[in-house]
């Protein structure tokens, strides 16, 4: 029995030096959906707190509970996956006790679901196999559907930045399910199976979509002054600074992309695309993913930067830049400069080369530049911007 906090501390460093102990770079405790038909098949992992590079107490504390929960812990591999039990809820309330009564509002979230999933009353329907206790020790590529939910929430949350973790193989480790309004997962096998009678019963779930991933904010809790006017429009896996704002129609934050400050959205950040601070990605823009005419080279666009209506990149481009309406700029797109306008350039970006001539690709890093066509010979030219870009403080 552990009573005070004293005892919790010298219990974890108890734990924590045994042989077999390893801290965990990140970990969970999720609800599972099962799939209808195959109930192995897990289809959303749905973590109510995640843990990233933090609370190492907590994680002892996990992996020592389910030890004594007779699970096979081996904290060698990347990722280890367990299920939860009475034994494994016990052991963690008799080792969180000192810290229960303080357990609320933002204070001790670990303590906090480790308590409701103890006292869960019995017309919940839920049971241990519901739920599952999760840890990646190592960013490597993920094993389960539980390890690649885990790493999407790090991304959505802030808790990992935007292109740092290894999701190489995460879409076949995901299933392709029919969400209904409720966020919940169905087998697209089990809908084909029952679709007959669901309909003559006028039961037939309210599909939303069909996807692997689910919706950003079927999982997350965006800042005060963030605005997602259409829930279709983010997919989880994004991340979205606490200011942006995500308009509908042409707007779309794919997984793995997002923004770095307050940034208007009206257009498409694909895949691995990340928006500085105070940038404006205008209605229909595109900014192309790793695999949509990017070389495999993830775009970034920089601070105060402008894409206009329609305009296109799968480049990097640099802070203060405008893109015109329509522009498209490509990393073989050549561009052409005026004398003047290399002179300019070359003032604000001493370390740069610039040249009359250049490619799309090398303007990467290269600030205050002004993409425009030459509407009499229709040749992709640029310049030194002179218009600052500014979004509406009233907006965001």
């Known amino acids: 029995m552990i009573f005070t906090k004293e005892e919790f501390k010298a219990k974890v460093e108890e734990i924590q030096a045994q042989s077999w102990y390893r801290n965990p770079i990140g970990f969970g405790i999720a609800r599972v959906d099962r799939g209808q038909i195959n109930k192995d098949k897990i289809l959303q992992a749905t973590f109510p707190v995640i843990n990233w590079e933090e609370n190492y107490g907590s994680a002892a504390i996990f992996l020592d509970a389910l030890k004594q929960a ?3 812990v081996d904290t060698t591999g ?14 963690c309330v008799e080792s969180f006790r000192p810290y229960i009564p303080e357990a609320k509002g933002n204070e001790h979230k670990n303590v906090q679901v480790v308590s ?5 009353p019995l017309e919940s329907g839920l049971t241990a196999d519901d739920f599952k206790v999760v840890f990646i020790f190592e960013d490597a590529a993920p094993l389960t559907t539980e390890g690649v939910y885990l790493k999407l929430y790090a991304l959505s949350t802030g808790k990992a930045k935007l292109r740092s973790l290894n999701l190489n193989g995460a879409f076949g480790k995901l299933h392709n399910c029919a969400w209904t309004t409720g966020s919940t997962p169905i087998e697209l096998d089990w809908l084909r199976e ?29 800042a005060d002054n963030t605005r997602i006017l259409e829930t279709s429009k983010v997919r989880f896996g994004a991340q979205l600074a606490a200011g942006t704002t995500v308009m509908p129609g042409a707007a779309y934050v794919n997984f793995n992309a997002g923004t770095e400050g307050v940034v208007m959205v009206e257009g498409r950040i694909s895949s691995s695309a990340v928006v500085g601070a105070g940038s404006d990605v205008g209605g229909g823009a595109s900014i192309l993913g790793v ?24 480049t990097a481009i640099g802070d203060g830049c405008i893109l015109d309406a329509g522009v498209t700029i490509l990393p073989g797109t050549k561009i052409a400069l005026s004398e003047k306008a290399v002179a300019q350039l070359k003032e604000i970006n001493p370390d740069k080369e610039i040249s009359t001539t250049m490619k799309g690709s090398d303007f990467i890093g290269v600030n ?5 066509v030459n509407s009499s010979t229709g040749q ?17």
Not at 368 to 372: E, I, M, W, Y
């Open 70 to 72: 007779g699970e096979n």
């Open 78 to 91: 990347s990722e280890l996956v367990c299920s939860i039990s009475d034994t494994f809820l016990t052991a």
């Open 116 to 120: 409701q999933l103890a006292s869960l």
């Open 194 to 222: 029952n679709e007959i009678a669901l309909k003559l019963a006028n039961k037939y779930p309210e599909i939303i979509m069909v996807d692997k991933f689910p919706r950003f904010l079927s999982h997350v809790i965006p």
């Open 291 to 314: 695999l949509s005419g990017t070389d495999g080279v993830p775009v970034s666009i920089g601070k105060n930067t402008l894409l206009g209506a329609n305009s296109c990149t799968g």
């Open 368 to 372: 205050g530049v002004h993409f425009r």
């Open 380 to 396: 992709t030219i640029a310049m030194r911007s002179t218009r600052e870009v500014k979004l509406n403080e009233d907006l965001h």
